[in-house]
Nanobody
């Protein structure tokens, strides 16, 4: 399974970003799809996830500024973040996983997309 992220780049503080993630399998095949980010020298943290079909979770650091959505017709998951700040600078990763009774969780990661917020 491959996950292809896009939409990263340089964003000015106070602006918005929109990331896309396209899995090589149908979104419906996954139990959860999430967005993580990793800043230099820091651990990778979950920022948002959707547990199928529609249960959304946002980390406190982005709550109120983030929206995670999906377009089933395009088989794409989106992550939007408004009012960005330099501390939002990180590599953003899309991850998708499914649960199988005898195997547990299987997780797939995208290659990551760099987001840099300039002050």
């Amino acid at each position: 399974v491959e996950l292809v992220e896009s939409g990263g780049g340089l964003v000015q503080a106070g602006g918005s970003l929109r990331l896309s993630c396209v899995p090589s399998k149908s979104i419906a095949d996954f139990s959860q799809i999430g967005w993580y980010r990793q800043a230099p020298g820091k651990q990778r943290d979950l920022v948002a996830k959707i547990t199928m079909p529609d249960e959304l979770y946002y980390a406190n650091k982005v709550k109120g500024r983030a929206t995670m959505s999906r377009d089933n017709a395009k088989n794409t998951v989106f992550f939007e973040l408004n009012n960005v700040a330099p501390e939002d600078t990180a590599v953003y990763y899309c991850a998708a996983r499914f649960w199988r009774t005898l195997r547990g969780w299987t997780t797939f990661w995208g290659q990551g997309t760099q987001v840099t917020v300039s002050s």
